[in-house]
Each structure stands twice: as structure tokens, then as C-alpha cells.
């Protein structure tokens, strides 16, 4: 499966963004889906992630309460909706398929990877 991120941009701290991932290739629904970021200098972290059906999710304490991922199977895409946005969450956001069927954060459970979108937070 080949994915697109899309929805990046710069924002002020505690601004909103959706980022978006849309899938192309094989069947979209098989797949668990994740968010990863990786800021300047640092290691790529999990921020999220979604099962194949979107009844199960995950997320990393540091974005716990604050983002919210979603997947519409019908249009191929998962989502990322991010509120209250802090400086610290700038980095540029991954999205990532994997055939675990529950939510996974290890990197190594995915083996399709997006482009990034390079999200921003001013303070």
C-alpha cells in the first residue's frame, strides 16, 4: 500500500490541524495504521495508532487527551486531529501501515511509510 500525508502547516501554540493519510494500492481496510513524528536531531517517535476496523486506538502519553485518530475506510484515509497544540509537538508527522491487527507503537510493526508533513507550532 502506498500512503500521502497531507494537512501540515505552521501553527500557533494551542491551534488545531488535521493531518490526513491517504492510502492507494491494495485494500485499505486490512491494514492498522499509525502516526509517527520525528523532530530535528531526535529519534522518530509514536504518536499514534488506529486498529483495521478503527474500534481500537493508542496513543502516546505526550499527545494523550489532546489528538485523536480516526480512519474512514470508504475514502482510504486516516486522520490525525490535533488540538491544543504545543512548540514541542513540532516535528514532521509520518503515517505508517502495518498488518498487526491491534494498535502497535513499535516502528518496526509497519512496514509501509508515508512521505511526512512538516507540522509547525509557534509559541
Known amino acids: 500500500v502506498q500512503l500521502q500525508a497531507s494537512g501540515g502547516g505552521l501553527m500557533q501554540a494551542g491551534g488545531s490541524l488535521r493531518l490526513s493519510c491517504t492510502a492507494s494500492?491494495?485494500?485499505?481496510?486490512?491494514?492498522?495504521l499509525g502516526w509517527f513524528r520525528q523532530a530535528p536531531g531526535k529519534e522518530r517517535d509514536f504518536v499514534s495508532a488506529?486498529?483495521?476496523?478503527?474500534?481500537?486506538?493508542y496513543y502516546a502519553d505526550s499527545v494523550k487527551g489532546r489528538f485523536t485518530i480516526s480512519r474512514d475506510n470508504a475514502k482510504n484515509t486516516v486522520y490525525l486531529q490535533m488540538n491544543n497544540l504545543k512548540p514541542e509537538d513540532t516535528a514532521v508527522y509520518y503515517c505508517?501501515?502495518?498488518?498487526?491487527?491491534?494498535?502497535?507503537?513499535?516502528?518496526?510493526?509497519?512496514?509501509?511509510w508515508g512521505q511526512g508533513t512538516q507540522v509547525t507550532v509557534s509559541s
Open positions: 505508517a501501515a502495518t498488518t498487526k491487527y491491534t494498535p502497535t507503537s513499535r516502528s518496526y510493526d509497519y512496514y509501509s
Open positions: 488506529i486498529s483495521r476496523s478503527g474500534d481500537s486506538t
Open positions: 494500492g491494495r485494500i485499505f481496510s486490512i491494514y492498522g
